[in-house]
């Protein structure tokens, strides 16, 4: 994760909803998958959690 300072973060990905909504599942089925090791994994910025939007679309290709 790229920082500009201690209090100014990038936002390096989707969030948790963002994602879910463009994966067409409901935010507990990726809290699950990410669980089972499955599908996009996250990556925690303090207590949010985000996607990467690269690796979402890479899931959406693999799937469909």
Same mark, same amino acid.
Do not use: C, N
């Given at each position: 994760?790229?920082?500009?300072? $201690?209090?100014? *973060?990038?936002? @390096? /990905?989707?969030? #948790?909803? =963002?994602?879910?909504? =463009?994966?067409?599942?409901?935010?507990?089925?990726? #809290?699950?998958? $990410?669980?089972? /090791? +499955?599908? @996009? #994994? @996250?990556? *925690?910025? /303090?207590?949010?959690?985000?996607?990467? @939007?690269? !690796?979402? =679309?890479? +899931?959406? !290709? /693999?799937? *469909?």
């Amino acid at each position: 994760m790229i920082t500009l300072d $201690s209090h100014i *973060r990038l936002r @390096p /990905g989707l969030l #948790q909803k =963002e994602a879910a909504d =463009e994966l067409q599942v409901s935010t507990r089925t990726l #809290q699950r998958w $990410s669980r089972q /090791g +499955f599908g @996009p #994994q @996250p990556v *925690r910025d /303090g207590s949010r959690v985000l996607y990467d @939007p690269a !690796a979402v =679309e890479a +899931f959406k !290709a /693999g799937v *469909r």
